[in-house]
């Protein structure tokens, strides 16, 4: 059994240390869970604490120790409506399943006898499509795929720290040095299930859940003559950027949605596919017409989106017309690929 790789991508932009008058930018996926705070442990010593929004004279939360008062009225406004968690402790912000309208810049006030400090945070919200109104990702793989979940971190700094767990369970694998990203190599079907990560820095603290269904692996056998039909696993490509089917290691088939682009390579490979390949626009999945024996072989498929990206192969093969029993084989391998597909849309749609 081959490996096969996805990749879940994620994006976190946090550096250094915060302190007074800075301006931290955070951006954050839309379902992210998002707590905002300096980097002290406990503000101690002050008198009042306000989150608000500058420019709109909105205090969103507030701690009044005078008064001995903890209020949180942006959760009985719309736009954040019972969204937000004050820690009473520490004066940390929590935005929960985060949205695009969240974006804009938050300001905390510290007010003591002695002075009022400031500091102010960027948050950019991005919008993706792989994610329900709980805010979880999700995401469908098959079994043997070796999965690469990304933290979005390019370089970690000395404080921060990365977690990530399977349901309740850490996962303790081998996590990258620099980025804290972690891999699950030959992913079976007992790991369908919840992966949350946990990214702390000194400025904020980052959740995000992922669902990853694992389905069948992806084998087609076929009859020569008659077209071999390879599935994306998915009824729409809405939310992927990018789809690539190779044959070996030889590009035949391409989308690009940012650049708008629909391309078969019949040329390539030698030329065997020449006038025999279609792509499907709304799932991607890509035909042999007329196959052939030497077709048969491993078909490796690419799919990039702004939340994961994952490689897949799928063995073909190609019997001659003179061996019987080939055409159940087709009947058999489209016809679990279509389901698993249908399975993983209803499955995202919940």
């Not at 938050?106 to 329900?132: A, C, G, H």
Request: overall charge negative.
């Amino acid at each position: 059994m081959r490996n096969r790789s996805l990749i879940i991508v994620v994006v976190l932009l946090v550096h250094g240390v915060f302190g007074a008058g800075e301006v931290k930018s955070v951006s954050v996926m839309v379902g992210d869970s998002v707590t905002l705070h300096t980097d002290l442990t406990e503000t101690k010593g002050f008198d009042e604490l306000q989150w608000e929004i500058p420019g709109e004279n909105n205090i969103i939360a507030q701690i009044d120790r005078e008064a001995n008062r903890v209020s949180v009225p942006g959760n009985q406004e719309e736009r954040f409506r019972d969204r937000l968690k004050l820690d009473h402790q520490t004066g940390f912000l929590t935005i929960t399943n985060i949205r695009t309208t969240d974006s804009g810049d938050y300001e905390l006030q510290i007010k003591s006898s002695m002075n009022v400090n400031k500091y102010r945070f960027s948050v950019t919200v991005r919008d993706v499509f792989f994610v329900n109104t709980d805010g979880v990702k999700s995401v469908s793989v098959t079994e043997g795929d070796s999965v690469t979940l990304h933290t979005g971190v390019t370089q970690k700094q000395r404080d921060d720290v990365i977690q990530w767990k399977f349901g309740d369970q850490d996962l303790n694998g081998p996590a990258d040095a620099e980025t804290g990203e972690i891999t699950i190599r030959n992913i079976q079907r007992d790991q369908t299930g919840d992966y949350t990560m946990e990214i702390n820095t000194s400025s904020m603290i980052l959740h995000r859940k992922y669902y990853i269904a694992v389905g069948e692996m992806n084998t087609v056998s076929v009859m020569e003559g008659e077209p071999s039909i390879l599935y994306t696993g998915v009824i729409e490509i809405q939310g992927y950027d990018l789809i690539l089917w190779k044959f070996e290691d030889h590009l035949i088939a391409e989308i690009d949605k940012v650049a708008n682009l629909f391309l078969t390579y019949d040329n390539n490979a030698g030329g065997k596919f020449k006038g025999r390949l279609q792509l499907h626009r709304q799932s991607g999945e890509l035909t042999v017409r007329g196959s052939r024996t030497t077709d048969s072989g491993d078909y490796h498929l690419n799919m990039n989106s702004s939340t994961h990206s994952f490689q897949r192969s799928i063995n073909v093969t190609v019997s001659g017309s003179g061996r019987s029993g080939a055409v159940s084989g087709i009947s058999g391998a489209s016809v679990g690929l279509m389901v698993w597909a249908v399975a993983v849309f209803l499955l995202r749609e919940v």
